[in-house]
Structures are given as C-alpha cells and as structure tokens.
C-alpha cells in the first residue's frame, strides 16, 4: 500500500475548511428542522378558535395566532411598505390602525398588497367608514426589523417605509397599542394577501445542507487523491533518476 504523503499546505487547507463546510452544513439540517417546527405551529393555530384582543397582552407567544376584531380603521395614518414584489410586480403593503371597540386596543392591520407601477403617481386605496368584525393572524418578525431610513415623524401620511415597527408607531401617535402586526384575513377590508408562513422552506435549507457536505466531501477526497498521487510521482521520478544514473 501506498505511503500518504499530501504536503503540509493541503493539509492546512483542509484543516480550515472542512470544519467551516462541516458547520455550515449542520446549521442548515438546524433551520430546517427549526422551518419544520414553525409550519407545523401555524397549521396548529390555524384550526384554533380565534382570540379576543382583550387576550392578547395576556399572551407571551402570540405569533400567528388568529385574532377576532371588531371596529375602526384610522385612515389618517396608513402606512405603507415598499419593495413588495408578487409575480414579479413592484408594489406595496397598507397598514393601517384599527381600533378595537371590544377592548378599546389599537391593532396595527396589514389590509394586503397593492401594485404600484407608476411611482410618479400615488397608491390608491379606500378606507371602509363603517365599523367591520373581521379576522386577523398576529405576524412576529424573525429579528430586528431592517429600515433603510428612520421613521418620519409628523410630515405628510400615508408613510413610505421599508419596514414598520408598531411600538414605535403607538408611541408616536400616543396611543396605547399591540406591539406586532396583524395580517388579515380573506374579508370586506382585505386586498391582495397570501404571505409566505416562512421565507425559505425546509427542502431549500436541506438541499443547501447537502451542498454543504458534498463540498466536505469532495474536499477530503481530493485531499486524499492528491497525497497519494503526489507520492506515487515521487516514487517515480526516483526511480527515473536512478535508472539514469
């Protein structure tokens, strides 16, 4: 049997690399199963009866459990959320305040998406006057959210953002209100909805695990290919050498 001799640089190489590749590929397997657990809390709380807005201060886990709500939109301060692609069209996001009659709550409501091809022109959207019982599902962002510009205080609504944070939107206003997002449900106040439950699934976070370890593999196998090639060439130009002499 062949004697392994790779060199101490491919060595150092893949001493570096594989346990960063190894890692990477383990942490996807992690988000994977972390997607499962998600998607199958929300077909859980899909089928529950809906909350009061009275129970939802109550709650510590409150992420998309529906809510039932009964009163007002405010459309003086509609919000809206740019850079909102669906079927590879630009658009928006309306949010707008709701105020709950029930539990005298305000509720931060995403009303759905609207298209906005041309910017020169504004967004147009309608404001039902009347009160309305509908249907919403409490949406927690995963982290901080990312907001290219400060949120405008005062000036003119309905605000351009890239992204909302409803406690700062209460304590602007001065009202008393729910920290997170409701999105809607299908309804008389509802546009164009259909979010996704997660950005990535499962099965994408998989496949890049197993990218992550075929190039593990392909690492060690290469590692191993060229020591052993390396000393074969070794032996020989040796023997050549010899021979001559």
Not at 19 to 47: D, F, N, T, V
Not at 112 to 118: A, E, N, R, S, V
Not at 183 to 202: K, Q
Request: a neutral charge.
């Amino acid at each position: 049997m062949r004697p392994f001799r790779p060199g101490w640089v491919p060595t150092l190489v893949v001493l570096a690399l594989l346990p960063g590749l190894i890692a990477l590929g383990c942490w996807q397997l992690g988000r994977a199963e972390e997607k499962r657990a998600l998607l199958a809390s929300y077909a859980e709380r899909r089928i529950e009866a809906p909350l009061a807005t009275s129970q939802l201060n109550g709650n510590e886990d409150n992420a998309m459990r529906r809510v039932h709500l009964y009163g007002r939109f405010d459309a003086e301060h509609s919000v809206l959320l740019d850079n909102r692609m669906r079927d590879g069209q630009a658009g928006v996001e309306l949010l707008q305040p709701f105020h709950d009659q029930a539990s005298g709550l305000w509720l931060l409501v995403n009303r759905g998406w609207l298209p906005w091809p041309d910017r020169r022109v504004p967004v147009h959207f309608d404001t039902p006057a009347q009160a309305l019982a509908l249907d919403a599902s409490v949406y927690v962002a995963p982290g901080n959210t990312f907001q290219l510009h400060p949120d405008p205080v005062g000036g003119q609504w309905p605000h351009l953002l890239t992204a909302i944070d409803a406690a700062q939107l209460w304590a602007q206003l001065g009202r008393e209100g729910f920290a997170h997002e409701l999105r809607l449900e299908p309804g008389p106040a509802s546009y164009r909805l259909g979010w996704p439950i997660v950005a990535m699934g499962p099965e994408k976070h998989m496949g890049y695990a197993v990218q992550w370890f075929a190039l593990a593999i392909a690492l060690v196998l290469l590692y191993l290919y060229f020591g052993w090639r390396q000393n074969k060439e070794k032996s020989h130009g040796h023997r050549h050498s010899t021979g001559r002499a």
